[in-house]
């Protein structure tokens, strides 16, 4: 769904109580939107009125067939558009973005179909606003012919809420406006019309579209996931004067350009993929901003000294995953960047908030348990004023201690031999009630497939695999679905501990996780990428007659542990 800028207003003495309706008039030749429109296909679909609450300041057209004095669902919704307007205009002055000694005529006009007008690239618009800069109004057109007819109130609003920062961004701002957006236009907006109307959450369709591997500026409205972490970290004032240097263009160039050269801008995004990874951009609203599950470009396994290259390019939030494998002692250099328009930041896996910045010459010494290996997670960003790839190379010298694979104290206990199933997509529940909640409901899972294979011989060998998916819909973006699909294999050797636990260790295992964005039946965008693999697994076990229950832990931050009751 695509939300024409809409550039609204300053401060306005909000309007007295209904007064008389206005005579019948054409709204697609009015003045009063003469800089949007048209209003309706044909000048007998474009009769309207002019709303009883009206005044000098703010006018509100409707459809004139809703009569003299509208009223039950119709009246609410332009109820609704006064009220948006007002609280818009609350809000942004209370916060500086707006002079409030300034006064500028908004005019909003409700047409009952839709955009008569559609853009040949993005299709029709749900809401339009533009302004006369030599008259000084905001004329903004709803179309209620699509989804802006039906959407529930709270949310109309915060579309409201968010056009109207476009005005803002219009009478404020120093850069050029035209319908079709900036970038940081869209984004800005999105995030302040939640400052607005902070329980409502309509941005959370887009910040969790978010995609950490596309340049910065390559996003629209999504970049209200950075716009909401600038101001979380240095506070409204210092958004409304990044806001002003943004760049007066949309020539990549210039975007490079500008970006780089802003004071602190380095810092300001590198600390904005730091709270990504972790998923800590808190909300206005209470909580964390809906975003995706954060992922790495690579992961790589390092069992042995040697050398291996890290590469980023400019406003992009690379992250790589190094696995230290079980039972060594290691010490990683060469992780501090040379300049200041990149940074380099790193944390274990399962410790969000405790990233430790890279220094040239810095070095990471630590050493894995026998029991298992180590993830780090290393986050890369620069603000090179150029999309040119950089390359850092690391060193890793590895000792290896000993280890025992699995302490074994005996063979696997009869009762878990055989070949064993789960077919019960509902198991899975907990994991997919985790990942919603890490998007912070902007999808919800509602079709799940799911079985896992298990054999076990007595002679201590396994073999299992694993297929699971969960198709969903994101909320408030109706022909939006998401499918996320993880599979798995692995095979090795199995035996009974002194703990009496069962201990796996791994000679082959390869996970792959899989996840595409449909509209229309069309993908609109697809992520796949492996997962780390197992090696060595311990964990208890129940044995009941035709039944085995076996614990699995996903390396989810924090892990998840679900208990898998497997039968014959």
């Known amino acids: 769904m695509r939300w024409q800028p809409i550039l609204a207003v300053l401060g306005l003495s909000l309007w007295a109580g209904p007064g008389a309706a206005q005579d019948i008039i054409n709204c697609n030749t009015t003045a009063d939107l003469s800089a ?43 109820a609704a558009i006064a009220d948006a307007v007002r ?38 618009a749900e809401a339009i606003t533009d302004a006369d800069r030599p008259t000084r109004h905001c004329d903004m057109m709803i179309y209620g012919g699509g989804p802006m007819g039906s959407l529930e109130l709270p949310k109309f609003k915060q579309v409201i809420a968010h056009e109207m920062f476009h005005c803002v961004q219009i009478f404020a701002f120093p850069q050029r406006y035209a319908p079709a957006a900036y970038w940081w236009q869209e984004g800005s907006a999105e995030m302040a019309s939640g400052l607005v109307y902070p329980s409502v959450n309509m941005e959370y369709d887009w910040t969790s579209a978010y995609q950490q591997d596309h340049v910065l500026f390559d996003h629209d409205y999504a970049t209200a996931l950075f716009f909401q972490d600038y101001a979380n970290r240095r506070g409204i004032p210092a958004l409304i004067a990044l806001l002003k240097r943004m760049p007066d263009s949309r020539d990549p160039n210039d975007q490079y350009a500008t970006l780089s050269s802003l004071e602190g801008f380095n810092e300001s995004f590198h600390q904005f993929g730091e709270d990504y990874m972790d998923r800590a951009i808190a909300d206005p609203g209470g909580g964390m901003m809906a975003q995706p599950e954060p992922g790495a470009r690579d992961q790589y396994p390092i069992s042995e000294s040697g050398a291996l290259t890290l590469s980023t390019t400019t406003f992009i939030l690379d992250a790589y995953i190094l696995r230290l494998d079980k039972g060594r ?5 060469g992780l501090g960047p040379e300049g200041d328009d990149v940074a380099v930041s ?20 630590t050493e894995t348990d026998c029991d298992g290996p180590k993830r780090i997670f290393v986050l890369l960003t620069s603000t090179r004023n150029s999309p040119e790839f950089i390359d850092y190379t690391i060193h890793a010298d590895v000792e290896e201690k000993h280890c025992e694979t699995c302490e074994c104290a005996g063979p696997v206990p009869a009762c878990a031999v055989g070949s064993w199933h789960v077919r019960d997509a509902s198991q899975w529940d907990p994991y997919w009630a985790r990942i919603a909640e890490m998007m912070r409901g902007a999808a919800t899972f509602t079709q799940q497939r799911g079985e896992i294979d298990l054999d076990i011989t007595r002679g201590g060998r396994f073999s299992e695999s694993a297929a699971y998916e969960a198709t969903g819909e994101m909320a408030s973006s109706p022909g939006i679905t998401i499918t996320t699909r993880i599979s798995a294999i692995g095979s090795g050797t ?38 780390p693999p197992n090696t060595v697994v311990k964990h208890p076990y129940e044995c009941r007659p035709g039944e085995l229950t076996i614990p699995t832990t996903y390396p989810l931050d924090p892990p998840l542990t679900v208990d898998f009751r497997f039968s014959h």
């Open 36 to 78: 949007v429109g048209p209003y309706a296909a044909s000048d007998s679909a474009a009769r309207c009125r002019l709303w009883p609450g009206s005044n000098s300041d703010f006018k509100l057209y409707y459809p004139a067939n809703w009569g003299a004095e509208p009223r039950g669902a119709r009246a609410a919704r332009l």
């Open 87 to 124: 609280d818009s205009l609350r809000e942004y002055r209370a916060l500086g973005f707006l002079d409030g000694a300034t006064t500028h005529p908004i005019h909003v006009a409700y047409a009952p179909g839709d955009d008569p007008d559609p853009d040949p690239d993005n299709g029709a």
């Open 329 to 333: 002692r290691f010490r990683i250099s």
């Open 346 to 365: 790193w944390r274990y896996a399962g410790e969000p908030g405790r990233w430790t910045r890279a220094r040239p010459g810095d070095v990471i010494e």
């Open 494 to 531: 199995i035996c009974l501990t002194a703990d009496n636990q069962l201990c796996r260790t791994y000679s082959d295992s390869s996970i792959l996780k899989d996840t595409e964005f449909r509209k229309d039946g069309a993908v609109v965008m697809h992520q796949s990428g492996p997962m």
